[in-house]
């Protein structure tokens, strides 16, 4: 997909993509808007099933337009990340904010995975990185 900062429908969009990549080892996540608890009703089961398949797996968060979580987002992702603690090998964040790369920052003490920040006009860059020894 590409990112325009210009296209004015990004803006009130709300709602979340789930891409199997490599086999399903890689998930990638895109994001527009706000993540509400109704975004992961929707794609947890789809990690969770290639939890189970895999072992392990990696994923890509991208954000496009990301307005953060609410409060029942919240609670879902912290559940989530309880959950498969031990199940995510790395994590790449792309974003465009300030916030989305301190968020990186802040996650690499709670998580297990290896955690990278890339700025959104470098999803290849990603990519890359998140499938290295595949």
């Given at each position: 997909m590409l990112y325009n900062k210009e296209i004015p429908e990004f803006e009130e969009r709300e709602s979340v993509e789930v891409e199997e990549l490599f086999g399903g080892r890689v998930v990638k996540v895109t994001t527009y808007g706000r993540l509400t608890q109704a975004s992961y009703d929707s794609?947890?089961?789809?990690?969770?099933?290639?939890i189970e398949a895999h072992g392990n797996i990696r994923l890509i968060f991208e954000m496009i337009h990301f307005k953060g979580w609410t409060m029942g987002a919240a609670w879902e992702d912290l559940?989530?990340?309880?959950?498969?603690?031990?199940h995510i090998e790395r994590i790449a964040i792309v974003g465009d904010k300030k916030w989305?790369?301190?968020m990186s920052t802040i996650l690499k003490p709670i998580t297990r995975a290896k955690v990278h920040y890339f700025d959104i006009t470098d999803i290849e860059g990603?990519?890359?990185?998140?499938?290295?020894d595949l």
């Open positions: 794609f947890s089961p789809d990690l969770d099933g290639l559940k989530l990340s309880c959950k498969h603690f031990n989305e790369k301190a990603a990519t890359n990185w998140i499938s290295e």
